[in-house]
Nanobody, 124 residues
């Protein structure tokens, strides 16, 4: 059972930056892909970014393109999400996901493993 632990959330003013980290452990083979999702209370979990080590695929949601960057350190089994130019509408709980089996990366139901989440709050 893969375990994912996120860190790096917090509170920041609009225009500021945060870097989220997600460290994976207890897996028998490296996940094919890892991703970041976010969710506001009462809303569906939405895909933010994905990175796949084998295919070197990287994708972003339109709402974060040009502001967020996903990267991966295989030696540390860690995926990062650098978030710049943060906006109040980026305020969400952010979740790390691993092992994509679905055809559509930004659908939450296509992933096998999830972290507990880390809160990001952006004030205006």
């Amino acid at each position: 059972q893969v375990q994912l632990v996120e860190s790096g959330g917090g509170s920041v003013q609009a225009g500021g930056s945060l870097r989220l980290s997600c460290t994976a452990s207890k897996y028998t083979r490296s996940p094919n892909c890892m991703g970041w999702f976010r969710q506001a209370a009462g809303q569906e979990r939405e895909g933010v970014a994905i990175i796949c080590a084998g295919t070197r695929e990287i994708r972003y949601a339109d709402s974060v393109k040009g502001r967020f960057t996903i990267s991966q350190d295989n030696d540390k089994n860690t995926v990062y999400l650098q978030m710049n130019l943060l906006k109040p509408e980026d305020t969400r709980m952010y979740y790390c996901a691993a092992e994509l089996w679905g055809r559509t990366w930004f659908r939450a139901d296509g992933w096998n493993y999830w972290g507990q989440g880390t809160q990001v709050t952006v004030s205006s």
